[in-house]
C-alpha cells in the first residue's frame, strides 16, 4: 500500500468527481459539431470523427486500466491520467485546423478510458462493504448526470462564444480535479505489480477498434468494410480471450464472466447505458434540425431530468444496500421503456416543455439501474477480480456508448431518409425516424425488464453472509450503558464502579443516541466552569462555596445534554476489516455494535486483537502437525 489512505468520503468524493469528468467529455463537443464544421469547413462524416475516435481511444485504454491501477501508486496515477485530459483539452483549444482538434480529442480519450475504472476501482478499495450500494449509486448518478450535464452546459457556452470555449472549460474542470485528486489522496490500491502481456494489448486493441468502428460507420459508408471491421474486431476478440485463459497473469481476468450474476449485471449496465447515451445526444439534435430550436433551448430538454436523476440515483443505492436490486432494477426498465413510448408518440409536436416532463421518468428509471446494477454485479466477485470487472464494466459503458451514439444516429438518419417522399416534408420525415428508433429503443428496455427478472435468483455471496458469525463470537454483550434520562452522577460513578472510561446512552427503543466519557465530563466542566482545570480542582477547590454549587447543578443534569449525540458505531454484518479501518480512521478504542438499528454490544481493539492472536496460534499449530506447510494466518476480513 502507498502512501496513507484518506478519509474516505473525500477520497469517494474525488473519485466521483472523476467519474462525472469523464462521462461529461464523452458528449461535451457534440453540440459544437455544426460551428466546427462550418469553421473548418468539413462534412459531417468528417466531423463525427471526433466522436469515434474518441470512443475508440478510451475503450483501447480500458483493458490496460486494472494493469496500471495494480502497478502505480493510486495518486500518482491518478494526477498523470487528470495531466493528460489537461493537455488535450489545451490541444483542442489551440487547435489551427481540424486535424489538430482531433488529435487533441484522442488525447482526452486515452484520459477518460483510464479516468472510469481508476475512479470505480478507488471507490470499490474504500467504500464500506454496508454501504457499496450508496456509493456506487453516487457513481450511477455520475454516469447518468455527465453525458447530461454535458449537453446542457455546452448549449449555455455557445450562446456567449464560440466552440472554442468549451475545450477550455473542460481543461478549467481538469486542473480543479487534478488539484483535488493532489490534495486528497492518498495510497489506496495494494500494488501487485503484474505482467503486462503486450500481445493481450494488441489484441484488445484491435478487437475494440475493428468493432467501433464498424459499428459507428455501418449507416455511413460501405457496409461491406463496416461487417469486416467488425468481423476482424470479433476475431480478434476470440483470440485474446483464449490468451486470456492460458495466461498466469491476464491482462482481463474473464473468469469474472463465469459468474453469471455478474454477467447479467453487465449485460444490463449497458442495456440502460445505451438508452441514455442515444436519447441524450439526439433529442436535442432532432429539436435542432426538425424545428430550429437554438441550441440551448434543445439541451435544456434534458434539463428537468438531469436535476431529479442527481437525487434518485443515491436514494436507489441506499434502498439497494437495505432490501437489494429486485424490485429496483424492473422498476428502472419500465421506467424507461414505457416512457420512450411515450416520448416517441409526441415528438412530431416539438414542444420542448411536454418533452422535458415525458423525459423525466426515462432518466429516473436509468437512476434506479445503473448505480445497484453496478453495486450487485462487483458484489458477486472475489475480492481479486474487483479490478477486472470493473474494467470489463467500463469496457461494456464505452461499447454502450458506441452503439447509443453511432448506430442509433445511423438508424435515426436511415429511417428518416426512408420515410422521405413526394409531399412529406423534412420535419414529418425526421419524426418519423425518430419514432422508428423510439420503438428499437422500446425493445432494448424490454430485453433488460425482462432480464432483471432473473435478479431475484442469485443470493447474497457467501462472504458477505458469513461475516456476521465473526464477529457475534468477539462481541462484547454485557455492555454498561446509561438512560438519556440518567444524570451525570450516574455517568461517573458508572465509571468508578466498572472501571469503564466510557459509556453508549442508549434509549427505550434500543438504540444509541449518543456517547459519554469521563473525557467529555471533563471538558464540559472547563467550558463551564472556569474554576476547574483538571481533576485535580475537585481536591483543590473543595470547599469553595461558588464551585462547589456548579459543581452540584453540574452532576444533576440529564446526561443527554453532555453526551456526544454523533456516534460512530458498527453493523453486526460488517467484516473485520472493515471495522478495523473504522476504529483507526476515528481513532477510537471501541465502537458500538448494531444490529437492525438496535445496539447489541460492543467491539473494541483488544477482542480484535485477542481473536487475531488466537487465530494465527491455531494456525501455526494445524501447521505444525502437516510437515511442509507454511502457516496462513485466519482472521477473515483482516
Known amino acids: 500500500m502507498s502512501g496513507t489512505i484518506r478519509n474516505p468520503k473525500t477520497v469517494i468524493a474525488v473519485a466521483a468527481l472523476a467519474v462525472f469528468l469523464a462521462t461529461f467529455n464523452e458528449t461535451f463537443l457534440g453540440v459544437a459539431f455544426a460551428p466546427i464544421m462550418n469553421d473548418f469547413e468539413i462534412s459531417v462524416s468528417t466531423v463525427q470523427w471526433l466522436a469515434t475516435a474518441y470512443m475508440l481511444g478510451a475503450a483501447v485504454m480500458v483493458p490496460v486500466s486494472a494493469f496500471l491501477y495494480r502497478s502505480i501508486p493510486t495518486r500518482r496515477l491518478f494526477l498523470f491520467i487528470v495531466g493528460i485530459l489537461v493537455v488535450g483539452s489545451v490541444v483542442g483549444g489551440l487547435a489551427p485546423n481540424f486535424a489538430a482538434l482531433l488529435i487533441g480529442r484522442i488525447i482526452q480519450a486515452l484520459g477518460t478510458g483510464l479516468l472510469i475504472p481508476v475512479a470505480m476501482n478507488i471507490t470499490l478499495d474504500v467504500a464500506p462493504r454496508h454501504k ?40 478549467g474542470l481538469s486542473v480543479v480535479c487534478f488539484v483535488l485528486g493532489a490534495a486528497l489522496l492518498g495510497g489506496v490500491a495494494k500494488l501487485t505489480h503484474p505482467r503486462l502481456d503486450v500481445l493481450s494489448v494488441i489484441l484488445i486493441s484491435f478487437a475494440l477498434f475493428g468493432i467501433f468502428y464498424g459499428l459507428s460507420t455501418i449507416f455511413d459508408g460501405s457496409v461491406i468494410v463496416s461487417l469486416s471491421t467488425i468481423v476482424v ?94 424490485l429496483l432494477l424492473p422498476i428502472g426498465f419500465v421506467l424507461m421503456f414505457a416512457f420512450v413510448f411515450i416520448v416517441s408518440l409526441f415528438i412530431s409536436t416539438g414542444n420542448i416543455v411536454l418533452l422535458a416532463l415525458l423525459y423525466i421518468p426515462v432518466i429516473v428509471g436509468s437512476g434506479l439501474i445503473i448505480g445497484p446494477v453496478q453495486s450487485f454485479a462487483l458484489s458477486r466477485l472475489a475480492p481479486e477480480l474487483n479490478a477486472h470487472g470493473v474494467t470489463i464494466l467500463s469496457t461494456g459503458f464505452q461499447v454502450a456508448g458506441c452503439i447509443g451514439v453511432s448506430l442509433f444516429s445511423g438508424i435515426f438518419a436511415t429511417a428518416a431518409a426512408f420515410a422521405m417522399a413526394p409531399g412529406v416534408s423534412a420535419t414529418a420525415a425526421q419524426s418519423q425516424g425518430f419514432r422508428v428508433m423510439c420503438l428499437l429503443l422500446v425493445l432494448v428496455g424490454v430485453a433488460g425488464f425482462a432480464l432483471s427478472l432473473c435478479i431475484g435468483r442469485y443470493k447474497a455471496p457467501a462472504r458477505i453472509a458469513a461475516a456476521p458469525s465473526i464477529l457475534s ?39 444509541v443516541v449518543g456517547f459519554v466519557s469521563d473525557g467529555d465530563i471533563m471538558r464540559y466542566l472547563a467550558d463551564q466552569h472556569t474554576a476547574f482545570k483538571t481533576s485535580y480542582s475537585l481536591i483543590i477547590e473543595s470547599g469553595n462555596e461558588n464551585f462547589d454549587e456548579k459543581l452540584t447543578q453540574m452532576v444533576r443534569l440529564p446526561v443527554s445534554e453532555i453526551a456526544r449525540k454523533h456516534v ?52 501455526l499449530a494445524e501447521a505444525a502437525t502437516q510437515p511442509g506447510r507454511r502457516p496462513v494466518p485466519k482472521p477473515d476480513g483482516i
Not at 444524570?487 to 427505550?508: E, I, N, Q, T, Y
Not at 445496539?599 to 477482542?607: A, D, K, T
Open 132 to 171: 457499496l450500494g450508496a456509493y456506487m449509486g453516487l457513481m450511477g448518478a455520475m454516469v447518468t448526470l455527465g453525458p447530461s450535464v454535458s449537453v446542457v452546459l455546452s448549449g449555455v457556452l455557445l450562446s456567449i462564444a464560440d466552440w472554442h470555449i468549451l475545450l477550455w472549460f473542460f481543461a
Open 233 to 326: 474486431g470479433a476475431l480478434a476478440l476470440a483470440w485474446f480471450a483464449a490468451r486470456q485463459n492460458k495466461l498466469e497473469h491476464p491482462l482481463i481476468d474473464l473468469n469474472a464472466l463465469r459468474a453469471k450474476p455478474f454477467l447479467v449485471g453487465v449485460i444490463l449496465n449497458m442495456l440502460a447505458l445505451i438508452l441514455v447515451f442515444a436519447l441524450n445526444i439526439l433529442i436535442p439534435v432532432f429539436l435542432q434540425n426538425s424545428f430550429g430550436a437554438r441550441p440551448l433551448a434543445a439541451a435544456l430538454t434534458l434539463a428537468p431530468a438531469i436535476v431529479l436523476a442527481a437525487v434518485a440515483a443515491p436514494i436507489a443505492g441506499k434502498i439497494y444496500d437495505k432490501h437489494g436490486a429486485k
Open 473 to 511: 463470537r468477539i462481541v462484547k454483550r454485557d455492555v454498561y450503558t446509561l438512560h438519556p434520562d440518567d444524570k451525570v452522577l450516574d455517568a461517573l460513578r458508572g465509571f468508578v464502579d466498572k472501571k469503564v472510561s466510557g459509556m453508549p446512552v442508549v434509549d427505550d427503543a434500543g438504540k
Open 568 to 619: 460512530i458505531s458498527v453493523n453486526l454484518d460488517m467484516d473485520l476489516g472493515e471495522i478495523c479501518k473504522i476504529l483507526v480512521e476515528h481513532h477510537l478504542k471501541k465502537a458500538p455494535v448494531l444490529e437492525n438499528g438496535k445496539m447489541v454490544g460492543i467491539i473494541n481493539r483488544s477482542n480484535i486483537t485477542r481473536y487475531s492472536v488466537n487465530s494465527y496460534l491455531e494456525s
